[in-house]
């Protein structure tokens, strides 16, 4: 099934990068403090720690990863669909004094959701990630 470029598929298909996966079963750690009493219980109060979620995320692993099985895990982002933000873009346009019509709003969200691009995807995805981050100021003294 094809909708505004992208398509369903199947169970048996292999993931690749940009794959959008809905309700995908996910685990993180509680915000709450880990107790750690000394007495071995450790993992226990790790399992403990668990929070299970479900949440609609796309794949970022690279493709050629996935195909080739060079990975145990995948990464993911959250995915976000454009109509949550109607509102924002619609105030947004008002506040331009421009007329947020249907037909605006669907001209610039086919924009997007029509051109899934891979490529572009990788790259915005390669220069966020590739950032360096020190811990402490860096004082330049030219």
């Avoid at 685990?27 to 979620?53: C, D, H, M, N, Y």
Wanted: with cysteine.
């Amino acid at each position: 099934m094809r909708d505004l470029g992208y398509e369903t598929v199947g169970p048996g298909e292999r993931l690749t990068r940009g794959d959008i996966i809905f309700d995908c079963p996910l685990v993180s750690w509680s915000s709450a403090p880990i107790p750690v009493t000394g007495s071995g219980s450790e993992v226990e109060a790790l399992k403990q720690g668990r929070v299970a979620f479900q949440a609609d995320v796309m794949v970022m692993t690279q493709a050629c990863d996935l195909e080739q099985e060079k990975v145990r895990n995948a990464v993911a982002c959250p995915h976000l669909s454009l109509s949550d933000y109607k509102a924002t873009w619609d105030e947004f346009l008002r506040q331009r004094h421009q007329n947020p019509t249907a037909k605006a709003w669907r001209t610039h969200c086919n924009d997007i959701k029509v051109s899934p691009c891979r490529e572009h995807l990788s790259r915005a995805f390669a220069r966020y990630f590739m950032r360096v981050g020190l811990p402490v100021p860096v004082d330049v003294s030219w």
